[in-house]
């Protein structure tokens, strides 16, 4: 029996901005660059707006917001400025998370134990403007505990631990971690949260956590960026869909054993 959902794949864009912003100029556009991932079949685009804005600008969330046709997801953190400008975009889906000025990128998961008392009216009031709330956080089962309690529709679960532990080749490691996803995600699906993950696939570990049928959604940067520099953005993230694709029908091949 065909897997029935669907993976989607969302193709964040912010490295396109990185390397704009490295001459100052307009070159290479982001906005093109989104254009072209769905092109090649992304379903939607990721852009993170950080506080520093050393990839993505207020003006490149509202061009994107303005042209593509398919679901701006807007990464962001937790902070008043961030909430305005949301609220202004009106994005498909926010997805909070933490942020640290020193950090080269998204660390690990938001508090979401912690942080319940001030995340919880935050993420009510993006609901209220129509917009779809996501927590990147830790693959652990208490915080999908705490993400169900803030009231999140969708979490999304941290793969960077994973995906380091394989790309080092440190087997033990690499397969803790994936247990600690694969739990993560049927803990999520238990609780009635939609599950996306995200942070460091390439397309190895992008195929094998494919065959995990809670997840719903990933989404995928610095790696297609990469691998854009030699076959082109739009080969790789057509080569990216492919071993999606590959993945998902792993879980239906063990299925149906
Ligand atoms: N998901 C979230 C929430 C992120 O913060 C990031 C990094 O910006 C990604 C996915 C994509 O990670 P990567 O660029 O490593 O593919």
Not at 24 to 52: C, K, M, N, S, Y
């Amino acid at each position: 029996m065909p897997n029935p959902r669907r993976l989607r794949l969302g193709v964040n864009i912010d490295h396109v901005a990185t390397l704009r912003n490295a001459r100052g100029g307009a070159v290479p556009d982001p906005l093109r660059a989104a254009l072209l991932a769905i092109e090649a079949g992304a379903d939607g685009i990721t852009a993170h707006l950080r506080e520093d804005r050393r990839h993505i600008r207020d003006e490149d969330m509202a061009r994107l917001k303005a042209t593509i046709f398919k679901p701006l997801n807007f990464e962001m953190a937790a902070t008043d400025q961030m909430l305005d400008i949301a609220l202004k975009t009106k994005p498909h889906a926010a997805c909070l998370v933490p942020e640290k000025r020193t950090e080269r990128t998204t660390e690990g998961g938001l508090d979401v134990i912690g942080g319940h008392d001030y995340l919880k009216p935050f993420a009510s009031e993006l609901a209220r403007a129509g917009v779809r709330v996501s927590l990147f956080i830790e693959p652990a089962i208490e915080a999908i505990d705490a993400a169900a309690e803030i009231g999140a529709p969708v979490i999304e679960l941290h793969t960077g631990a994973w995906c380091n532990a394989a790309i080092e080749g440190d087997a033990a490691k690499a397969a803790r971690e994936f247990a600690r996803i694969e739990s993560a995600a049927a803990h999520a699906e238990a609780r009635g949260i939609e599950c996306h993950a995200g942070h460091g696939l390439d397309f190895d570990t992008a195929r094998i956590i494919s065959a995990l049928p809670q997840i719903v959604e990933l989404n995928i940067g610095h790696f297609l960026v990469s691998e854009a520099v030699f076959i082109g953005l739009g080969a790789a993230v057509e080569k990216m869909r492919a071993a999606m694709d590959a993945g998902r029908t792993c879980v239906v091949r063990s299925d149906s054993d």
